[in-house]
């Protein structure tokens, strides 16, 4: 198979803040909150042909009140969701190369722009079609 630079576009919602997340909320709360927002970007990544990359990075533009570092938390739930759909082999930095968080009122209010660029790319299923 030929290795490629794959760039994939999501449009996701705002999640909940970090600050949120962790101001004394039970782990069960956590995992239900993260299973949410994991379906929505596996509904986002069937629009697009499966890869398999060997490092990636991320991209977030977003448009809500919270601060950007708050916005992390949709880097983190959407580097989850590429590693247990098996699009990445891991999260961590050996794969996992660069973040950027940028707030931009250009983007639709309380809503995400997540680019993501897989490096050195494999097609795995090749009957989808973008």
């Not at 247990?84 to 082999?89: D, E, F, I, L, Q």
Request: hydrophobic share 35%.
């Amino acid at each position: 198979m030929t290795l490629s630079e794959q760039i994939i576009t999501l449009d996701l919602p705002k999640t909940i803040s970090l600050n949120s997340l962790y101001a004394g909320k039970h782990w069960t709360f956590r995992k239900k909150i993260k299973d949410e927002y994991k379906g929505i970007v596996e509904k986002e990544l069937a629009c697009y042909d499966h890869y398999w990359a060997e490092n990636f990075t991320i991209s977030i533009r977003y448009n809500a009140r919270a601060d950007v570092d708050n916005f992390v938390l949709v880097s983190k739930f959407v580097a989850d969701t590429l590693v247990s759909n098996g699009w990445v082999t891991d999260d961590s930095p050996k794969y996992y190369h660069k973040l950027c968080i940028t707030h931009d009122k250009s983007i639709e209010k309380n809503r995400c722009e997540v680019t993501i660029k897989l490096i050195n790319a494999q097609l795995l299923d090749e009957d989808k079609s973008t």
